[in-house]
Nanobody
Framework: QVQLLESGGGLVQAGGSLRLSCGASGRIFSINHMGWYRQVPGMQRELVADITSGGSTNYADSVKGRFTVSRDNAKNTVYLQMNSLKPEDTAVYYC???????????????WGQGTQVTVSS
């Protein structure tokens, strides 16, 4: 079993910064893609940013230039540095990872429990 634990959410004023962290633990042989998604009540969950094991990154247009995704492969941890936050960034942020639990197993997708980010105007 694999667990993803997020931290770093909270309340911040517009223009401020937050850093989210998500660590994976449990039975892990390797981790491929790791990413951050967000969801507002009544809306679909959307991709914010993701990063491959090799460090290639991808961002939603709405966060380009403001957010930076990174990872520490030795710690099985992915980060999301969020700068110049806007009220429309308010959402529950979820981390996501494609994990190979054993050398012989296929990749499985896991999700964290979510962390609330609220940006006040």
């Amino acid at each position: 079993q694999v667990q993803l634990l997020e931290s770093g959410g909270g309340l911040v004023q517009a223009g401020g910064s937050l850093r989210l962290s998500c660590g994976a633990s449990g039975r892990i042989f390797s981790i491929n893609h790791m990413g951050w998604y967000r969801q507002v009540p009544g809306m679909q969950r959307e991709l914010v940013a993701d990063i491959t094991s090799g460090g290639s990154t991808n961002y939603a247009d709405s966060v380009k230039g403001r957010f930076t995704v990174s990872r520490d492969n030795a710690k099985n941890t992915v980060y999301l540095q969020m700068n110049s936050l806007k009220p429309e960034d308010t959402a529950v942020y979820y981390c996501n990872a494609d994990v190979q639990p054993y050398s012989w197993s296929s990749l499985r997708t896991y999700w964290g429990q979510g962390t609330q980010v609220t940006v006040s105007s």
